[in-house]
């Protein structure tokens, strides 16, 4: 395949969404190690860290090669300097950074070798294996008492039936024994689940191929994979998007919802959505709701410029009636329903307010405010028990009182959403990327979270080059974050 492809639709799939992979505590029980706290805590110091990519940053002269920054998590929240900026030119990182590797095009996290810490999985899905141009690899950086260190790539079991290995990642306990199981997609059909009781010197204790009915080929696969509990039975269920193709009469985009069990994946429903979804206990049930996205649009009146839609979970899974669909038509949210508003681009779930209930963060990427072509803006909603409330609805931009910066044309403001704890005050934080801000050197936001919602007050900002990135090339520092 055409080593510069640039990952158009692969990335635009990899932000959406909103997960559960934040929300993940694995239940680990090694006898030599206390049990992680959260799957994005690096150095387990009880703060959840954040994880922001720049998959088409130039390292050592290489355009396109990627990194990633993992900021730390603090009593404080995060801060510019509080940081780690990692490529494939990092030591102990297996590979060397080369021309569209597009290292950091997907992220996922968890504890896979069960010492107490939680180790980050990067894709680098452009990576040449030998003569296997875009064959695609996956690396785990493990965690540790001082942070992100050392690593092992995760090979492609079956490199000429595919490229792009790493485009889409996904950590869970899959089959409820307690050990965090890793899922790989590429541009094939097939997952690779990657068995836990990982090591540093061996990797996975054993794997298997999860077959699914998604398209294959440039931009197809699976796109992007989420996990969850959609069931509430304490095993991990796996949300698997794409192009849903199963039987070539017919195709549509859909986000594809395996539950987990002893026995394996398993198949339970196919919710139509724009390859991309969020997880997350909305209505406070016990059970994981998904949001699905159709931020390409539908027709006037009924999401013209982009929406989100609510499924709720319950003890059989997924339910398939809908609950809702928003969209900036609908009564109570800001904003005006527009073509290529792209409401619904990326999307967050966690609890904001501290109610116990998970709360969403929506990006319209691509929304004009005032003279601001393309500028973009973050929408919040909260949750109740019945699904999502829009009476209450927040918009957040550059010009909004207290977020540093101001709209300007090209900003793509919302380019990746995250709602997490990030100062262990038990309110999500937002975090919020710009991948083109100043002419595409890409910025990001973290504005703090408290009872009343979403606070500008102690609004952290910084750009590329205060992350340690190099801004030649137009990195795009914000496309992505860890879900």
């Known amino acids: 395949m055409n080593k510069t492809h640039p990952l158009r639709t692969t990335l635009a799939a990899a932000t959406a969404m909103a997960l559960a992979g934040s929300l993940l505590t694995l239940a680990v029980v090694p006898a030599t190690a206390a049990?992680?706290?959260?799957?994005?805590?690096?150095?387990?110091?009880?703060y959840r860290d954040l994880v922001t990519t720049a998959a088409r940053a130039t390292v050592g002269g290489m355009k396109f090669a990627g990194a990633v920054v993992v900021n730390y998590g603090s009593a404080s929240g995060i801060s510019a300097s509080n940081r780690k900026v990692i490529t494939q030119n990092s030591s102990g990182i297996p590979g060397t950074a080369e021309p569209n590797d597009f290292f950091g095009a997907d992220l996922a996290s968890g504890d896979l070798n069960n010492d107490g810490y939680a180790d980050l999985v990067v894709g680098a899905p452009g990576e040449d294996v030998g003569d296997d141009t875009n064959g695609g690899t996956a690396v785990v950086i493990w965690g540790s008492a001082s942070g992100l260190s050392g690593a092992r790539g995760v090979g492609d079991p079956t490199p000429s039936g595919h490229d792009w290995f790493g485009q889409s990642l996904?950590?869970?306990?899959?089959?409820?024994?307690?050990?965090?199981?890793l899922a790989i997609g590429s541009s094939g059909t097939s997952v690779w689940i990657h068995k836990g009781g990982f090591t540093k010197s061996s990797g996975a204790a054993s794997r298997y191929k999860l077959t699914t009915p998604l398209q294959s080929g440039t931009d197809r696969g699976a796109t992007s994979l989420l996990s969850g509990d959609v069931n509430g039975d304490?095993?991990?269920?796996?949300?698997?998007?794409?192009?849903y193709y199963p039987d070539r009469s017919h195709m549509y985009d859909a986000t594809l919802v395996?539950?987990?069990?002893?026995?394996?994946?398993?198949?339970?429903?196919?919710?139509?959505?724009?390859?991309?979804a969020a997880v997350g206990d909305i209505n406070g049930d016990g059970c994981d709701d998904v949001i699905t996205s159709a931020w390409w649009g539908v027709s006037a009146g009924d999401g013209l410029g982009g929406s989100i839609t609510t499924y709720l979970g319950g003890r059989e899974g997924i339910r398939t009636d809908p609950v809702q669909t928003i969209h900036q038509d609908t009564p109570g949210v800001p904003g005006v329903d527009e073509?290529?508003?792209?409401?619904?681009?990326?999307?967050?779930?966690?609890?904001?307010?501290?109610?116990?209930l998970a709360d969403a963060a929506v990006s319209a990427f691509y929304e004009g405010i005032?003279?601001?072509t393309l500028t973009g803006s973050?929408?919040?909603?909260?949750g109740t028990p019945v699904g999502l409330s829009t009476s209450d609805a927040e918009i957040f931009h550059q010009d909004t009182a207290g977020v540093p910066g101001g709209n300007e044309d090209d900003d793509?403001?919302?380019?990746?959403?995250?709602?997490?704890?990030?100062?262990?005050?038990?309110?999500?934080?937002?975090?919020?990327?710009?991948?083109?801000?100043?002419?595409?050197?890409?910025?990001?936001?973290s504005l703090r979270g408290s009872s009343a919602g979403v606070t500008t007050k102690n609004a952290v900002s910084f750009g590329a080059s205060s992350a340690g990135l190099s801004t030649s090339g137009s990195p795009g520092f914000g496309h992505h974050m860890l879900r």
């Open 35 to 46: 049990p992680v706290t959260y799957a994005d805590d690096f150095n387990g110091d009880g």
């Open 170 to 181: 996904a950590v869970g306990d899959f089959s409820g024994d307690g050990k965090a199981d």
């Open 234 to 243: 304490g095993t991990d269920d796996l949300l698997a998007n794409g192009t």
């Open 258 to 276: 395996y539950v987990g069990a002893t026995s394996g994946l398993t198949i339970q429903t196919v919710l139509e959505s724009d390859r991309q």
């Open 339 to 356: 073509s290529s508003d792209h409401f619904g681009y990326a999307v967050s779930l966690d609890d904001i307010d501290g109610d116990g």
């Open 370 to 372: 005032g003279t601001a």
């Open 378 to 382: 973050v929408t919040v909603f909260r």
């Open 412 to 445: 793509h403001f919302g380019s990746s959403v995250r709602l997490a704890d990030l100062n262990g005050d038990h309110h999500a934080d937002l975090s919020i990327g710009a991948d083109a801000e100043n002419t595409g050197d890409g910025a990001l936001w």
